[in-house]
């Protein structure tokens, strides 16, 4: 997942005028976000901020900012692109820099005084924006520019620059009367607050939901690895002689596979499920209802049926209908396959008199069972040949050197924010350095669920910056003295991060609003996506798949094996998959009107219309702890995850046509596709890359729903 920021602003870069102390709104000097970080590509230096250091220097950043704003708004000189657009670009560097440490600590380290700055500064962030993007003299400015823009004689990068930040501002309510916009400010401002809210509630939610276990039996099936991660978290929570496993981010489990309690079984699957809905302090439903209501009435004051419509104006799918068709094209192949797979595991339970109708937290369990059975494969046969560190360095790094011609140095010299994140140099093919990257791979109580890529410091030639990244996981932390063996779905997780940041690293784009990873939600997932297809190349898993006892690379006998079994049980993990997308759909495509919703009702009446209400096959996220569209951006957009999907298929296609796994071929996808930001019209861009508009086949393919 690519983090967008829950605090909105633009990015920002201040103007040289006045003191220091005046440039800075106020910060006082000793603050150490006053000025630039003088570590290496300015890195964070996580060793000397406090948590007391955020609030000043948000409030300052933000004063900065409006003050820049006001200058370019009220420069009595006529409309330029110079004196507007690029002035705009060089705006509030001092709030950048909080705002890109802050959400660095509050997703990954967060502490109760981090979410109080979160709860507190979340309004008043959104005010702030609204302060730009709904100011009249400003997009008077911009709109003189861009009526005129067939006669500037842009390049064709600040040609996209001006269409972008057009709509944007038409977006965002630059057109409104002035009373609209008041009632937009106030929505804005109350859903910027209640998202803070709803990321506190889950990650408190998430962690008070994990299941304590008196009796070492009831952990029957789980490696004696894994028991003994049961017992210290439940030991860390102050429940000696207990055991605690803790909840994923997820609806299902990792555990689920290897528990051989069906109570036990139940009892997770149900903590899980339920993370969110207990009547207490952390139940999501009433924030998330009004949340969905708050944007519906957004939406229509702007001039829009549903938030859904509105939000995917500057998508490349354009429109929900096109959202809608392109998922119906998928829902029945992985429904019916889905079907068959359940009618598959009930055969199973039935073979063994287990005298019980397969729910779905028995899914996992009996559908391990099945894979072992028809591939002669188990899991804990792959987990020994996949110790982290082999992964990153001779995997999902080897892979780039391979491509990109990239090499890695770690470095123990820079400051982190916690012990177990890691930091590296990346060299380019010519020497120099390109990017620094960090990594924080193993999960923690205050380190909300899942994975994702972000920047510390933004790529930009007029700024004279270079990408600062970091990868964020949830994998298990082995007890002391134990090797970290991940499985082969956290393969797929870190390169899929990593090609997050690879969209950062070869970002290399003259303005910060273009550079990157700063594309449509239904493109960004697209590199990172791309990238997992190395995990399972050739010449890449030779690799890194090597015995952490022995040294011996995995035998081709039992590569072969993962190969033949990879469609196995993707009925079950697309129609999950799909589920999300739908509630997100149909949570944004409310009218203005809609009263507020029952939760749960809603949920089921969503999925039982499109088809996807099988019992045995829940949502991957339920409506009540689905991150990504409460909390991190993806509203109306999660569906970019399949959509995407279909991009990195069809464009690993052009791969196996033409010669697959080459530096010629990464270097042709690195200059016409992730080294561009966002400088082109996507849907033009991968059109150039692949010599045709993508095709859903190969996706299709991958997920075994169609023969090839």
């Known amino acids: 997942m690519k983090y967008t920021y829950r605090l909105p602003l633009l990015v920002m870069l201040t103007i040289s005028t006045g003191s220091a102390f005046a440039q800075n709104g106020g910060l006082d000097p000793s603050n150490p976000f006053f000025t630039p970080s003088n570590l290496p590509l300015h890195a964070p230096a996580f060793d000397k901020i406090k948590n007391s250091d955020y609030k000043p220097a948000f409030e300052a950043g933000m004063k900065q900012r409006l003050e820049e704003i006001k200058k370019i708004a009220n420069n009595p000189a006529a409309p330029t692109f110079a004196n507007t657009l690029v002035a705009m670009e060089k705006t509030g560097l001092l709030l950048t820099r909080v705002q890109e440490t802050f959400d660095v600590l ?17 309004p008043k962030l959104a005010a702030n924006s609204d302060e730009v993007y709904l100011n009249t003299k400003l997009f008077k400015r911009i709109e003189a520019i861009y009526t005129k823009r067939a006669q500037l004689k842009l390049d064709a990068e600040s040609k996209r620059l001006l269409e972008v930040y057009y709509q944007n501002f038409v977006l965002a309510g630059a057109r409104l009367s002035e009373t609209d916009k008041e009632k937009l400010k106030k929505l804005n401002q109350e859903e910027a607050s209640l998202s803070a809210k709803f990321s506190s509630q889950l990650l408190a939610g998430t962690k008070a939901g994990g299941v304590l276990l008196n009796d070492k039996s009831e952990l029957a099936g789980l490696s ?8 210290r978290n439940a030991k860390a929570a102050g429940h000696d002689r207990q055991y605690l496993i803790s909840l994923q981010n997820t609806t299902q489990q990792p555990d689920l596979q290897s528990l051989t309690n069906r109570a036990t079984r139940q009892k997770l699957y ?36 549903s938030y859904a419509a509105w939000k995917l104006q500057n998508q490349m799918a354009k429109t929900p209908a096109a959202v809608e068709s392109f998922l119906s094209k998928l829902v029945p192949a992985a429904t019916a396959k889905a079907k068959q797979e359940a009618a598959d595991i009930q055969a199973l339970i039935d073979e063994q008199k287990g005298g019980f109708k397969v729910e779905a937290w028995d899914w996992n369990f009996y559908s391990e069972q099945l894979r072992k059975a028809r591939f002669d494969l188990d899991e804990n046969q792959i987990k020994p040949y996949l110790e982290i560190d082999n992964v990153l360095r001779n995997g999902v790094f080897y892979a ?8 890695f140095k770690e470095r123990k010299d820079l400051p982190v924010y916690q012990e177990d994140v890691r930091v590296f140099d990346v060299i380019d093919k010519d020497g120099s350095q390109l990017a ?11 380190k909300r669920g899942g994975a994702w890529m972000s920047n510390m410091v933004d790529q930009s030639k007029l700024l004279g910056t270079k990408p600062v990244i970091y990868n964020v996981c949830n994998f298990t932390k082995p007890a002391p003295g134990q090797p970290a063996l991940i499985s082969a779905s956290d393969v797929r997780t870190m390169f899929h991060e990593f090609g997050h940041a690879l969209h950062g690293m070869f970002a290399s784009q003259q303005y910060p609003t273009l550079s990157g990873t700063a594309t449509a939600r239904d493109f960004v997932e697209f590199p990172s996506q791309f990238n997992e297809h190395w995990a399972m190349d050739p010449k890449v898993i030779k690799h890194y798949a090597i015995h952490y006892k022995t040294g011996e690379p995995m035998p ?24 999300a997308h739908n509630l997100d759909l149909q949570w944004h495509n409310l009218p203005a009107n809609a009263p507020l919703k029952d939760v749960d009702q809603y949920e089921a009446e969503s999925l039982h219309k499109t088809g996807l209400d099988l019992p045995q096959v829940p949502p ?50 690195r200059d016409m596709v992730i080294s561009r930001g966002n400088s082109q019209d996507l849907a033009t ?9 993508p095709q859903i086949k190969p996706l299709l393919i991958s997920r075994g729903l169609i023969k090839e």
């Not at 109080?116 to 500064?121: S, T």
């Not at 960090?438 to 109580?445: E, H, S, V, W």
């Open 106 to 122: 509050a997703g990954a380290y967060t502490n109760p005084e981090l979410q109080k700055v979160e709860e507190e500064e979340a």
């Open 224 to 231: 004696d690895a894994a028991i003994e991660v049961a017992a």
């Open 270 to 305: 149900e903590s899980s499920i339920n993370r969110t809905e207990r009547g207490d302090a952390n139940d999501t439903r009433a924030t998330i209802a009004r949340m969905a209501q708050i944007r519906a009435q957004k939406a229509s004051l702007l001039g829009f049926s």
């Open 400 to 407: 780039a050197n391979l491509l990109y011609g990239l090499t």
């Open 436 to 446: 620094i990257f960090y990594c924080d791979y193993f999960k923690r109580d205050n």
């Open 556 to 579: 081709q006998e039992l590569i072969n094996k993962i190969n033949k079994a990879a469609t196995f049980n993707q009925g079950y993990s697309f129609t999950e998959i799909l589920a």
């Open 620 to 669: 991957r996220y339920r409506s009540t702890y689905f991150a990504h569209i409460w909390g991190n951006g993806y509203a109306a957009g999660y569906y970019a995850y399949s959509w995407t999907e279909m991009l990195a298929h069809d464009a690993f296609a052009w791969f196996q046509e033409n010669g697959g796994l080459t530096r010629a071929n990464g270097q042709r996808f």
């Open 685 to 693: 861009m991968y059109r150039n890359f692949r010599g045709k508009d």
